[in-house]
């Protein structure tokens, strides 16, 4: 399996304990040394590398993509591109599991100021998978504190599966 933009190494520590063969990427290169400490440190392997979620395309088939709170980096004009990517390499049978964040007017900006995050309309993930079996396709609101100020996000979560 892939994590795409895989922070810390939470998720994808969680995947390789319970015995999924891992490969996880992230931009920030403190995020990829705590990743592999945490697959260290729990005994684990992780093949964790740096790489910008942009630039970055798969060049070998997973059964597994996963990616939550990263997608909203991806600049709009290489969505299409960067999905069918995903999408022409993963196996038959494979699923994505995705959650990005949504626009909603009725809620207000996040404080942290994020200057390379890039808006998604809501249901503008699901289009991507008009060709899958859809097994999950949700939007969710939910309170958070993660700046230390109470706000809310939108979130699409997308479960999706790879049918001949």
Known sequence: MLDIGCGEGRNAVFFARNGYEVTA??????????TKKLAEKIGVKVKVFRADINEFRLEDNFDILF?????HYIK????EEIFKNYKDFTNVDGIHM???FVDKPFIPPAPENETNAYKWLSGE????????KIELCEEKIFDCMSSGIPHQHAVNCVLA???V
């Open 67 to 71: 990616s939550t709170g990263t997608l």
């Open 98 to 100: 995705f959650t990005t």
């Open 125 to 132: 993930l699901f289009r991507f998978y008009h060709d899958w």
């Open 76 to 79: 709009n004009e290489l969505r």
């Open 25 to 34: 990427f992230d931009l920030a290169k403190d995020g990829v040394e705590k």
């Open 161 to 163: 599966r790879k049918v």
